[in-house]
């Protein structure tokens, strides 16, 4: 049973998509051991009470140094014995040594299709409004391992989204959640817990 853990700063309407996935059955020999929110007003952690799954809420704001907040969430992580770690909008920068400790083992979604609208300071509506601000016809959602870089690291699903006319950078949010995001992190997930994909993908 693959033990997951999701860090997320917001709703958690991507933690909801696995929730559900586990439920229906989209997601097999997996479970959510812990969320984790640097936002004590997070929804998502609601979400995971609601589910049964224990919330924890670990801010840098509640430490004098970024240092000290980084070996908090480290030790946090290490003491839920987690198989993976999947960033679900999550806005706060993974530590180096968490990465190196955890490589092949955490996974994040981002609103576009890597290598376009990603990187320093494309999250969230950002990345639509960027999207539409360019003009492109097709956008999507990309399910990638994380590595030292910012949105940098090797892909392991993407979907494509059709950009309608009139789109606000609201409902292309929406759309890209809902086609997109919700369908390819359970999907990874999966994979992942059966052992259809795994570290090999971290090697060059």
Known sequence: MLRIGVLVSGGGTNLQAIFDAIGSGRITNAEVAVVI??????????????????????????????????????????????DLIV??????????????????????????????FCG???YGLKVHEAALARGVKITGATVHFVDEGMDSGPIILQKAVEVQPGDTPKVLQQ??????????????????????????RMIP
Not at 64 to 69: G, I, V
Not at 99 to 106: F, L, T
Not at 185 to 197: C, F, R, S, T, V
Request: aromatic content about 8%; charged content about 20%; proline content about 6%.
């Open 37 to 82: 929110s640097n936002n004590a007003g997070a929804y998502a952690l609601e979400r995971a009470k609601n589910h049964g799954v224990e919330a924890v809420c670990l801010s840098p704001k509640q430490f004098e140094t970024r240092d000290a907040f980084n070996e908090a969430l480290l030790e946090k992580i290490d003491s839920y014995g987690l």
């Open 87 to 116: 960033l679900a909008g999550y806005l706060v920068t993974i530590p180096p040594a968490m990465i190196a400790k955890y490589r092949g083992r955490i996974i994040n979604i981002h609103p576009s299709l890597i290598p376009s």
């Open 120 to 122: 320093v300071g494309y």
């Open 175 to 200: 759309r890209v959640m809902e086609q997109a995001e919700w369908v390819i992190l359970p999907q990874a997930i999966d994979m992942i817990a059966n052992g259809e994909i795994g570290k090999e």
